[in-house]
């Protein structure tokens, strides 16, 4: 099998924050942030991972609304600031839930906080992908000319593929991220075919499934440049001990410039940092 420390692997999907929709968000890991940063770091040192890119975990809660979604945001941006080498960009999150405020944080998060784009996780956010609201914060999105981030995780009908093809549809100009996008063999058939119809939609690697992923044949009908791997790394709990994305792509029978570029080519010429 390749060395993953041959290839400078980005990881384009660690979430700052625990998975528990109920737990406390937004500074890391119980221990606080550096404590976060030592496990999230070890982490990737053991498994060749060279840099990955921070988003929020969108299980926080948000009494406040939006003031608290702004703290979530001002916390992941710190945490890329403090260690930088390692996370050279981040996400942030607003809900299409918080109204026009939400327009004026993507704002402020590209703007003010440098954030390469913003990132939804709609089953967590209380809403489907394709709630009226995110057309107004998918046109701030363009305005702003970043990347829109999309979960379309296997087991939640809010974040079912086709809604979010409807929006790739409305929003051409647009560039889509789809996370999760093989989580599970069902999700795993329709990319293929969902690449084909939308040019503007990428998609990661994160939660996906050991068994009929399709990666390969994935990249023979869609092209290498369309993948990225994501780990779908998460402060708390531990989900999982070894990257399996990462590893089975490793061990594919992809060509070593085909995995150059989904193990961290294309996700650093999508952020700008290439």
Not at 212 to 228: C, D, N, Q, W
Request: hydrophobic share 45%; with cysteine; proline share 5%.
């Amino acid at each position: 099998m390749r060395d993953a420390k041959s290839f400078q692997v980005f990881d384009l999907h660690h979430h700052v924050g625990s998975l528990d929709i109920v737990g406390a968000n937004g500074g890391g890991a119980g221990g606080g942030m550096a404590a976060d940063a030592e496990q999230r770091i070890a982490f990737m040192d053991r498994h060749g991972i060279a840099q990955a890119l921070l988003m929020p975990s969108n299980g926080y809660q948000a009494p406040n609304g939006i003031a608290d979604t702004r703290r979530v945001n001002d916390s992941v941006a710190e945490y890329r600031d403090r260690w930088s080498d390692r996370f050279p960009a981040a996400l942030a999150t607003v809900s299409p839930l918080e109204g026009d405020a939400a327009l004026d944080e993507i704002d402020r998060c590209i703007q003010v906080l440098g954030m390469k784009g913003i990132v939804w996780h709609h089953r967590f956010q209380g809403c489907a992908i394709d709630h009226p609201r995110m057309d107004a914060l998918l046109e701030r999105v363009r305005h702003h000319g970043v990347p829109a981030f999309i979960h379309i995780i296997g087991d939640s009908k809010l974040e079912s593929p086709w809604k979010l093809e409807v929006l790739a549809e409305r929003f051409r100009d647009v560039q889509f991220v789809a996370l999760d996008a093989f989580s599970s063999p069902d999700f795993a058939h329709w990319m293929p075919h969902i690449a084909r119809r939308h040019p503007n939609i990428l998609f990661d690697t994160g939660v996906m499934v050991t068994v009929s992923h399709m990666i390969e044949r994935f990249v023979r009908e869609a092209g290498a440049h369309r993948l990225l791997l994501g780990t779908d790394f998460y402060s708390s709990p531990k989900l999982f001990s070894v990257p399996f994305p990462l590893l089975e792509i490793l061990a594919s029978d992809l060509t070593d410039t085909d995995c150059a570029k989904i193990l961290g080519g294309n996700a650093r010429r999508l952020l700008g940092l290439a």
